[in-house]
């Protein structure tokens, strides 16, 4: 996990509303701490507001540094969605 400076890391709290991004799980009832994760993952995006998200520990092991994955239904490749 990188540094993320902590003006930067209130910023995108505040954005989250304390929820986790992806499923807006609230981070009041999670008994694991929220991360910041990096959306585009962090060897190829930078840090920055638009490319953080909090999400919570599940979310964000199950995403790992993928960007989408192939649709079950119609075999497409298909970015993930992107809060
Ligand atoms: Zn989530």
Known sequence: MSYVAAALRQQVIERAESKCE????PQSLSFLAFEMEHIIA??????????LALDRPYCN???????????????????????
């Open 22 to 25: 992806y499923c807006l799980f």
């Open 42 to 51: 962090e060897k190829h995006g930078a840090t920055t507001a638009e490319n």
């Open 61 to 83: 092991r199950a995403k790992g540094t993928d960007l989408g994955s192939l649709d079950p239904e119609t075999g497409q490749l298909t970015p993930f969605f992107n809060p």
